[in-house]
């Protein structure tokens, strides 16, 4: 740091202070721009009224510089710095004045005032020209540095190593957040939006593998507003109407998983209308055309998790048909096998529905072609986790008709797939949580042979392990603590058949300690709601086998409290309450009745009309001597809600 007014002593800097003579910027440092020099000089002028008005004032013109904007300061004119010279030496000035007065007006003084100033400004706009050509070089290696990490966070090796994914937060956050610099700088530069669109297209995308839905959300809506402005613009634009179909498709994986089926609903709609109108605009973009593929796939998952079995159907037919038709358009062998892939994918969810909607023969038709189509190509399907994904989706599907085990022979065919697809992309989120339903699936089928409980339980127990991972990796999406629920529950019942009640109790207080933070983040999915009723219930049941009233009443409470409009649920509880009353202390039980009686209120009100149930059921004996127990089975009866 340096003074602008240092002197060869301390004499002169002190009379260089008195004279207000600084020492030019640009003699400290050439790169300084003429007009940040000027507005300098002008902020230190020694004469008040030529100075700024405030602070305020001099860093807006000083931006005005930085910028290359027009700035308010001028230098110092020709008059005002005689008039300042003369102040410093007045004896000398006078003869100079009578000098100057012989060529005031002369045309060769002006011819060379004009002269000078041409050099000056030509001089000005050489130094602007070169700081923007500089401004933009910077600024293009930058953005260039930028993408470059993105597809470093996609692409590097490296990244799929396990227990890497903080890095790779941290290099999404920070390339998001520069991204997000460069459009504030370029507010209204449509290159940097595109560009910015691109960088959120790229990072939701791995946040979405990364399972952190929340954020996936907010970037795909970022990347929607900027496509759709755009698009204004450039309404047949090919590259913002994948820009901005991604990103309702995107919102609409995540706002379903989220369990947002609404929102959901919408958003995939959205998706599969502008991939339609790209596949309209570029007939031959194979790229366009197994984008339509994935919103007609996602159409009937939202479907299905709606309960419309039928239109999932649909769907999914027409699914398939598309795909059929899509893969004449393959033009070289990747495009064959992706294709085929996703031909699978739609066989497989095709079967699914077609099970859920009670036509079970042509589901087995259907995953008798999936797997006929996929079993020549499994090793080259499961380097893409979609397309091992759909190859061990079709084999999971469990029929009745189990002819020479053939429902376990799928279900290891598919947990190789996925193994093999894991060793490709280990930190996958989806592969995993198939993984572990592979495992949890075969557990639950071995349960049927009663010689191989112990296989069975090792399975079950393979799914809680992969599962209790994938929680603790991804704790913000709900569906996969049910999941992890339900497989504790599993085992839960096998350990209790084995007659180790104090080891399930274990794990149905883990199931409903997992199922709860689920339920609140989905109180309506019903994949949630029965992870808690289930963990709950064989959690009550053990605690009476091991003669525990208060731990079964703890667990009813949490049916009566998280499932208050289930009938139900509702009356289980009631029936566990009332049995919690008649196996504690007598001092314990008025109250337990009491609770017992306002569960089956709730029950009731909810929908509860079986009466033969309340007549005849074990757990309410000791409810039916109760003088209430008369009204509440006449509203059951009735039809109508209970009187609390």
């Not at 790229?202 to 507003?225: K, P």
């Not at 091991?546 to 079964?552: F, I, K, S, T």
């Amino acid at each position: 740091m340096r003074s602008p007014f240092t002197g060869g002593d301390a004499e002169t800097t002190r009379q260089r202070i008195l004279d207000g003579r600084l020492i030019p910027l640009r003699d400290l440092n050439s790169a300084v721009p003429r007009d940040a020099e000027t507005v300098c000089q002008r902020a230190m002028d020694r004469e008040r009224e030529r100075r700024y008005a405030g602070a305020l004032a001099f860093a807006d013109d000083l931006d005005n510089a930085l910028q290359l904007r027009p700035v308010l300061a001028r230098r110092p004119g020709a008059a005002l710095k005689l008039r300042r010279w003369a102040q410093r030496h007045p004896t000398a000035s006078l003869g100079l004045v009578a000098g100057l007065l012989l060529f005031v007006g002369g045309p060769l003084a002006y011819a060379w005032q004009q002269h000078q100033a041409r050099l000056q400004i030509t001089a000005a706009y050489d130094e602007a020209d070169a700081q923007r050509t500089r401004a933009e070089a910077n600024f293009s290696r930058a953005q260039q540095a930028v993408d470059v990490l993105l597809t470093q966070v996609a692409e590097e090796d490296l990244l799929a190593v396990p227990h890497l994914e903080p890095v790779r937060r941290r290099l999404l956050e920070s390339a998001l957040s520069f991204y997000e610099d460069f459009l504030a700088e370029r507010a209204d530069d449509p290159a940097m939006k595109r560009l910015v669109a691109r960088a959120n297209d790229r990072c939701g995308y791995l946040l979405m593998e990364l399972g952190r839905n929340t954020e996936v959300c907010q970037v795909y809506e970022r990347q929607a507003a900027l496509a759709r402005e755009l698009l204004v613009l450039s309404p047949d634009d090919g590259e913002l109407l994948d820009l901005l179909g991604n990103a309702e498709a995107g919102r609409a994986f995540t706002l379903h998983e989220l369990g947002r089926l609404d929102e959901a609903v919408t958003a995939s709609a959205e998706g599969l209308r502008v991939r339609r109108e790209r596949v309209l605009l570029f007939p031959d973009d194979w790229g366009a055309l197994r984008d339509v593929d994935e919103s007609l796939g996602q159409r009937s998952a939202l479907q299905s998790s709606l309960g419309n079995a039928d239109a999932a159907v649909d769907a999914d037919r027409e699914s398939v048909s598309w795909n059929e038709s899509v893969r004449h358009h393959a033009g070289t062998p990747e495009q064959e096998l992706q294709g085929l892939a996703s031909l699978v994918t739609s066989l497989g969810n095709l079967a699914v529905h077609l099970k859920q909607s009670g036509h079970e023969d042509e589901a087995a038709e259907v995953i008798d072609r999936g797997i006929e189509l996929s079993a020549p190509h499994l090793e080259q399907l499961a380097t893409d986790p979609q397309q091992a994904l759909g190859a061990a989706n079709v084999r999971m599907i469990r029929l009745r008709d189990d002819a020479a085990g053939a429902n376990e022979a799928r279900l290891l065919d598919a947990i190789a797939i996925l193994d093999l697809s894991l060793e490709h992309s280990p930190q996958h989120v989806v592969l995993r949580r198939m993984q572990a339903s592979a495992w949890n699936n075969l557990g639950t089928l071995l349960l049927d042979e009663p010689d191989r409980r112990e296989e069975a339980r090792a399975a079950l127990q393979h799914a809680i392990d992969a599962l209790r991972l994938l929680v603790a990796d991804c704790p913000e999406v709900p569906g996969l603590a049910s999941n992890l629920a339900g497989s504790l529950v599993n085992l839960g019942s096998i350990t209790r058949d084995d007659g180790d009640a104090d080891a399930a109790r274990i794990l149905f207080e883990e199931a409903v300690a997992r199922a709860i933070p689920a339920i609140e983040s989905l109180p309506d999915d019903p994949a949630s709601r029965s992870a808690l009723f289930n963990s709950a219930w064989y959690l009550a049941l053990t605690s009476l086998q091991l003669n525990d009233a208060e731990g079964c009443v703890d667990a009813a409470d949490e049916i009566v409290r998280r499932l208050p409009d289930d009938a139900k649920a509702l009356r289980v509880a009631a029936g566990l309450l009332a049995r919690a009353a008649a196996a504690g202390s007598p001092e314990a039980a008025p109250d337990r009745l009491a609770r017992s009686m306002a569960a089956l209120r709730m029950a009731i009100a909810a929908g509860w009309t079986d009466t033969a149930d309340l007549d005849h059921a074990n757990d309410f004996v000791e409810l039916r001597a109760l003088p209430e127990f008369a009204e509440a089975r006449a509203a059951a009866a009735a039809g109508v809600p209970a009187l609390p």
